[in-house]
């Protein structure tokens, strides 16, 4: 059972980092914090829609899967 645990908490240490990146990655909507760090300057060589959906998927996956593993912690937590 402490295995899992520990799995656990490693998923959720390594998919915390990566939708740190991910977030990061995605192109401001304009009007919030990513104006202050240069993001409010548009242009359209930064990517195309095909790479946005891709990387809105890969973002939504990783976040399944931080959840997942938080809720599994929760569980082992609560029943062990």
């Given amino acids: 059972m402490e295995a899992v645990k520990i799995a656990l908490e490693i ?3 390594i998919t915390s980092l990566f939708l740190t990146l991910l977030i ?18 548009s242009s359209n060589l930064g990517g195309s829609s095909v790479a946005e ?12 899967l931080w959840v997942l593993a938080i809720i599994g912690l929760g569980l082992l937590v609560r029943f062990s």
């Fill in 11 to 13: 998923v959720v240490a």
């Fill in 24 to 41: 990061l990655l995605h192109k401001g909507k304009g009007g919030g914090l990513s104006d202050m760090f240069g993001g409010g300057v």
């Fill in 53 to 64: 959906r891709n990387l809105d998927r890969l973002t939504l996956a990783a976040s399944l």
